[in-house]
């Protein structure tokens, strides 16, 4: 007891494909095609982690300071805390859009969905609730709203100079792939270069190597002049 937990889903922390357009975006409409962790990361570069226990702020302080967020702040979305802006910030954060920068949520209460697109173009909705932290890469369509209960807490994590427009879709299409850093949003050879940068330098060598070898075999002087 005491030690901080942290898995790549939480007991209540799940993705699925939805069910075609939901007419009400704060149900779950869950389709019974589930998405694990791994697919989420390794398919469109979303991460996934849970924190509790007395030490959970202190993972999230490292997490920041590995990813250069200096700057923090706190969000409670609820009817209670927005008033009669509730509804319309909701319609706000469910339009579609990307950042050019990684968002980076740690839900401290309630419970909300992160609808993210899959690299074919369809919805997959992540459950997020307290303890649960997500990253969404830069360059990535997503949307947010709050389940049924009406009630999410988050703390935000920014860079010092975040670049935070949401750019809606399709203006978000003219943006240039290469000035965003979602991995997913590269060529995936170069997603690979970018991620494994020591495989890359040990391949690069190699490639030397070979071609080296295949020149010093074309400057040999030839053999059957005689």
Same mark, same amino acid.
């Given at each position: 007891?005491?030690?901080?937990?942290?898995?790549?889903?939480?007991?209540?922390?799940?993705?699925?494909?939805?069910?075609?357009?939901?007419?009400?975006?704060?149900?779950?409409?869950?389709?019974?095609?589930?998405?694990?962790?791994?697919?989420?990361?390794?398919?469109?570069?979303?991460? $996934?982690?849970? &924190?509790?226990?007395?030490?959970?702020? =202190?993972? %999230?302080?490292?997490?920041?300071?590995?990813?250069?967020?200096? !700057?923090?702040?706190?969000?409670?979305?609820?009817?209670?805390?927005?008033?009669?802006?509730?509804?319309?910030?909701?319609?706000?954060?469910?339009?579609?859009?990307?950042?050019?920068?990684?968002?980076?949520?740690?839900?401290?209460?309630?419970?909300?969905?992160?609808?993210?697109?899959?690299?074919?173009?369809?919805?997959?909705?992540?459950?997020?609730?307290?303890?649960?932290?997500?990253?969404?890469?830069?360059?990535?369509?997503?949307?947010?709203?709050?389940?049924?209960?009406?009630?999410?807490?988050? $703390?935000?994590? &920014?860079?010092?100079?975040?670049?935070? =427009?949401? %750019?809606?879709?399709?203006?978000?299409?003219?943006?240039?792939? !290469?000035?965003?850093?979602?991995?997913?949003?590269?060529?995936?050879?170069?997603?690979?270069?970018?991620?494994?940068?020591?495989?890359?330098?040990?391949?690069?060598?190699?490639?030397?190597?070979?071609?080296?070898?295949?020149?010093?075999?074309?400057?040999?002087?030839?053999?059957?002049?005689?």
């Amino acid at each position: 007891m005491g030690h901080p937990c942290h898995f790549w889903f939480s007991p209540d922390m799940r993705a699925f494909y939805l069910q075609d357009e939901p007419d009400n975006p704060k149900n779950y409409n869950d389709s019974g095609t589930s998405v694990s962790a791994e697919e989420l990361r390794n398919t469109i570069a979303v991460e $996934t982690w849970h &924190f509790e226990g007395p030490d959970a702020m =202190n993972l %999230i302080d490292e997490m920041a300071e590995k990813r250069g967020y200096t !700057s923090r702040d706190r969000v409670i979305i609820s009817p209670q805390s927005m008033g009669d802006k509730f509804e319309t910030m909701c319609k706000k954060f469910y339009q579609e859009h990307l950042h050019e920068d990684e968002e980076i949520r740690y839900i401290t209460g309630g419970e909300g969905f992160f609808d993210v697109r899959s690299i074919d173009d369809k919805w997959i909705r992540i459950v997020v609730s307290t303890g649960d932290f997500i990253i969404l890469p830069a360059g990535i369509y997503h949307r947010f709203t709050p389940s049924n209960k009406n009630h999410t807490e988050a $703390t935000r994590l &920014f860079q010092s100079y975040p670049k935070w =427009n949401s %750019i809606s879709r399709p203006e978000g299409d003219k943006i240039e792939v !290469s000035s965003l850093s979602a991995p997913f949003s590269f060529h995936p050879v170069v997603w690979f270069l970018a991620t494994f940068p020591f495989l890359t330098s040990i391949a690069f060598a190699l490639l030397v190597c070979i071609h080296a070898n295949i020149s010093m075999e074309w400057l040999k002087p030839p053999t059957n002049l005689l």
